[in-house]
């Protein structure tokens, strides 16, 4: 257990939907990334944030935003759905910015779009 | 922005063979290289990781080389063992706390 959580598992919606998937990182982790994993296209950076605000924001469309919360856990907001946004979407967290630590991954929420 | 190769994309060898698993990056500026294991249905976790002023950094059976003039590194695992097989995927960071930029992933399968 990597002491990240995500939240749903799984989630089934139609095209045109909006859905929210959230991310609790690891006690004491202020930087919180999204990533999105589609079968030919590896892992995607999304957008980062820290300690509640956003620090970069990598290939992620208009249609998807995110926030972190003073809590510091995050949410990715997927909306107007296309098929093409069926995928496997990874939060991970690492423990702030004064040095390279290891980013620790969440189990994941598999979206699918029908 | 950065951009990471990776090298094979699908890799298969015998148990006890080696494995070796190759990327470049662009950004000149990067100074951090983890590689990350993924298993089936599981997340990524991290297995190794080199910054730039080290050339070799080795753990056991696996070890991961730098070059930074080429900038390229690569991993490289000894004597495969079945549990081996998993999806392999090298990152690239060119300051602390700046997201990981992936490569696309080398699909290692280990056959007994």
Same mark, same amino acid.
């Given at each position: 257990d990597s002491g990240v959580t995500q939240t749903p598992k799984h989630l089934i919606t139609a095209t045109g939907q909006r859905v929210t998937l959230r991310c609790s990182p690891r006690s004491g982790d202020l930087s919180v990334y999204w990533y999105q994993q589609s079968l030919d296209q590896g892992l995607q950076f999304l957008i980062q944030y820290y300690n509640g605000e956003e620090r970069a924001k990598g290939n992620i469309l208009e249609r998807f935003s995110a926030q972190q919360f003073p809590d510091l856990h995050s949410e990715l907001n997927l909306s107007s759905l296309e098929l093409g946004d069926s995928a496997l979407y990874f939060c991970a967290s690492s423990v702030d910015l004064t040095a390279h630590t290891e980013a620790f991954f969440g189990q994941g929420t598999r979206l699918t779009v029908v | 922005g950065e951009n990471v190769e990776q090298h094979p994309s699908t890799l298969s060898v015998q148990e006890g063979d080696s494995a070796v698993i190759k990327c470049t990056y662009?950004? +000149?500026? +990067?100074?951090y290289f983890p590689w990350y294991k993924q298993e089936l249905g599981k997340r990524p976790q991290l297995i190794i990781d080199i910054r730039s002023n080290v050339g070799e950094k080795k753990d056991q059976r696996i070890a991961v080389t730098l070059n930074k003039t080429a900038k390229h590194f690569s991993l490289h695992i000894t004597e495969t063992q079945p549990e081996d097989s998993a999806v392999y995927f090298c990152a690239a960071s060119r300051k602390a706390g700046t997201a990981l930029i992936f490569g696309k992933g080398t699909t290692l399968s280990v056959s007994s």
């Open positions: - | 662009s950004d +000149s500026a +990067s100074n």
